[in-house]
């Protein structure tokens, strides 16, 4: 998706997996929502499980090569949706956009 070239932008979603919806979740998650996101153009990156700390449990990143789709895609009825269905899986949700940068970030 970006063939000789870093991403300007990552999006990190940061959440807790609610303890009774942690299948839903993984079925959604990899069945429907990262595929989904890639097909829109925010292709993942990486996620990170965090188990130590007074943190969200998980951290997803996806690329973005610009301000303008990255909030285009936000804006999309479609994505709405699916966000919206993500949170019915999670507690303590969180969405930002950030300046690209090499490794974690958070």
């Known amino acids: 998706m970006f063939p000789n070239a870093q991403p300007a932008y990552k999006v990190l979603m940061t959440y807790d997996i609610l303890h009774d919806k942690q299948e839903a979740y993984y079925r959604y998650v990899l069945g429907e929502f990262v595929p989904r996101l890639r097909n829109m153009g925010l292709p993942m990156l990486s ?32 994505y709405r949706r699916m966000e919206d269905r993500l949170k019915s899986y999670t507690q303590n949700f969180e969405r930002r956009l950030v300046l690209y940068r090499e490794g974690f970030q958070f």
Do not use: N
């Open 47 to 78: 996620a990170w499980h965090v188990t130590y700390g007074m943190y969200p449990q998980r951290l997803l990143e996806f690329a973005c090569d610009s301000r303008g789709k990255a909030h285009a895609i936000f804006i999309d009825p479609a």
